[in-house]
Structure formats: structure tokens, C-alpha cells
């Protein structure tokens, strides 16, 4: 091949290169880059800023109670998803001991009775007995496979409830959608936003780490409809998904709207009495056969008029509201 020819195609194929990775770049900022989970489990669970949401540091994120009964013993330990991170954030430094709760700057001590893995190591330490309790939404299949195969079965308490939401960037003139066109998109059957009366633009399709909270509610909403890998991320327009907490209290970044969904904004109203459609239970989740009698009473602090208010102080909705 002649040489000043192959260079030209060289030339070619890294001008595209970079004009997608810029067009890529520009997606993720536009988008909420930590809406959208990163590959790695590391990057994954500082999607959120942890140190925000520590015990006992007087942090305007943490709702305990006041004058709660303290825990003495065998304290349990505890982890969660990054989501619920306020929620139990709140029950520890209602009823934890302040000296069991070890934070070294960017992450927990291992010594430290609160932990933070995010849910796929929250599932994970719980079956394997690293935890106590965790605070999580539903586990996934796979997550219950591994309990089964470990011998360990779960048992899995409401404490509260959240809106599980997609979100789009805020210049996208698509402000509703349906069940049945999520999961067209997600199925790959509706691959471009002019089908719904958007532009005429590709849809990213956009996904969470397997096994994470959201993804798991993906699964359950798409049921027995296969996921279609999505190949249009570097250029497409996004579509993501989360906890609606997650995104308009924790992360409170602009750039991207809430979808309505079937016309039904996801409020606390519409939660609670479950006329928006994609609502899910909050869990605090433990062994079963568990000894450790500070595990049923930090639980049934949960429940408690207290424990629920630290539910509803922290964004999320209360049982029975």
C-alpha cells in the first residue's frame, strides 16, 4: 500500500477516535457523569461523597434521632447501598455507640461497625457474614443464587420505600414515557427518540454495574424481555435510570430531567399510594437464624415512629404513608 495513502487512513481513523471521544465526553458530562456508574467497583461506590454522610461529625445530611436508646454489647454491622447511605447513616448515630463507628478519611476501618460497599458488596458481605444488617432494595437473582449456594437465606424487612426513575438530559424534549416503551428501548425495539416524539437521534440506552440496586430494578420491570446490549453510547442521546433520591437529593446536579412515567411524576404522594408505577420497598436485610439480639432491636428501632422519621427526614418514604 502506498505509504502516503496509509498515512491518510491513519489520519482518518484517529480524527474519528477523537471526535467520538469528545462527542463521548460531552454525553457523560451533560448526563450526570456519576448518575452513570463507572466500570470499576471502586469507582462505582465513590459515586456519591461518603464523607458527607458520616456519623457523629454534625454532618446537615444525617437525621438521627434524639435521645435514642443506645445499643451496649455485640454491636452489629451494618452497610447498605450508596442510595440508602443517608438512611443508615441516621440509624447509627441514633443508636450506635459514637466509638463503633470508625471513619479513616475516605473510607470505613474495617474495625468500624458502619461499613459502605454499595449494594453488590452489601449482598455479598451479608451472605458471607461480614455484616449484620444491610440497607438495600431488592436483591438481584444472582445475589439470591449466591445466599443458596452458601446455605444462608435472607430475611428481608420493609422499612421504607423510593421511586425508581429515568432520567434524560434536560434539553431532551421527551418529558413522558411508558412501561411498554422502556422496555422497548431496553429490549432494542425502539432505537430512536423521534419514536417518541423526540429528535431524530439515536437513544443511549445507558446501564448500571450488574448486580447494583438499579440495575436489579431494570431486570424486574423488563421481566422475561432480554436486555439488549447497547452500542450506541458514544453518540446517541442518553437514557439512564436510578433512585430518585439518588439523584435529586444526593447528587442535586442540573443537566438532566426526571421522566414522568404513563403521565405520573414520582413524588412522595405518588409513592405512597402507588399510582406511580416503578416503586420499591427499602430492605433492611439479615440472616436468618441471626443470635445477635442488637440486630432485631436496631431493626425494630427501624420501625419505630423514630426510625421512620429518619426515613422520611432523609428523602425517602415512610411505611404506611
Request: hydrophobic residues 40%; charged residues 20%.
Amino acid at each position: 500500500m502506498d505509504r502516503k495513502k496509509l498515512v491518510k487512513q491513519l489520519a482518518v481513523i484517529a480524527l474519528f477516535i477523537v471526535l467520538f471521544a469528545g462527542l463521548d465526553l460531552a454525553i457523560y458530562q451533560l448526563f450526570i457523569k456519576r448518575v452513570i456508574s463507572h466500570h470499576t467497583p471502586g469507582m462505582q461506590k465513590m459515586s456519591v461523597e461518603v464523607a458527607n454522610y458520616v456519623p457523629f461529625t454534625g454532618s446537615e445530611n444525617v437525621f438521627p434521632a434524639k435521645d435514642a436508646e443506645k445499643l451496649e454489647g455485640d454491636i452489629p454491622t451494618i452497610d447498605g447501598a450508596a442510595a440508602l447511605l443517608p438512611v443508615y447513616a441516621g440509624f447509627v448515630e441514633s443508636i450506635y455507640p459514637e466509638d463503633s463507628v470508625i471513619y479513616k478519611g475516605e473510607d470505613y476501618d474495617t474495625a468500624s461497625a458502619m461499613h459502605y460497599t454499595n449494594t453488590r458488596g452489601a449482598y455479598k458481605d451479608i451472605v458471607d457474614g461480614n455484616a449484620d444488617i444491610i440497607i438495600c432494595a431488592q436483591p438481584s437473582d444472582e445475589q439470591l443464587a449466591y445466599a443458596a449456594e452458601k446455605g444462608v437465606e435472607l430475611e428481608m424487612v420493609p422499612v421504607g420505600s423510593d421511586a425508581f426513575v429515568f432520567i434524560v438530559n434536560s434539553n431532551n424534549p421527551v418529558s413522558d414515557i411508558s412501561i411498554e416503551q422502556i422496555r422497548g428501548i431496553y429490549s432494542g425495539q425502539i432505537t430512536n427518540w423521534s419514536e417518541l416524539g423526540g429528535n431524530n437521534m439515536p437513544i443511549a440506552a445507558m446501564r448500571r454495574n450488574k448486580n447494583s440496586g438499579s440495575e436489579t430494578a431494570l431486570e424486574k420491570l423488563m421481566g422475561d424481555l432480554p436486555i439488549k446490549p447497547d452500542y450506541t453510547a458514544l453518540f446517541g442521546s442518553p437514557i439512564g435510570f436510578s433512585f430518585r433520591y439518588y439523584v435529586t437529593g444526593m447528587l442535586a446536579e442540573g443537566g438532566v430531567k426526571i421522566l414522568t412515567i404513563n403521565g405520573i411524576s414520582p413524588t412522595s404522594e405518588t409513592i405512597a399510594d402507588g399510582s406511580y408505577p416503578v416503586a420499591g420497598n427499602i430492605y433492611a436485610v439479615y440472616r436468618k437464624g441471626e443470635t445477635n439480639e442488637n440486630v432485631y432491636k436496631a431493626i425494630d428501632f427501624m420501625l419505630s415512629p423514630e426510625g421512620q422519621k429518619i426515613i422520611e427526614d432523609s428523602g425517602y418514604i415512610p411505611l404506611g404513608q
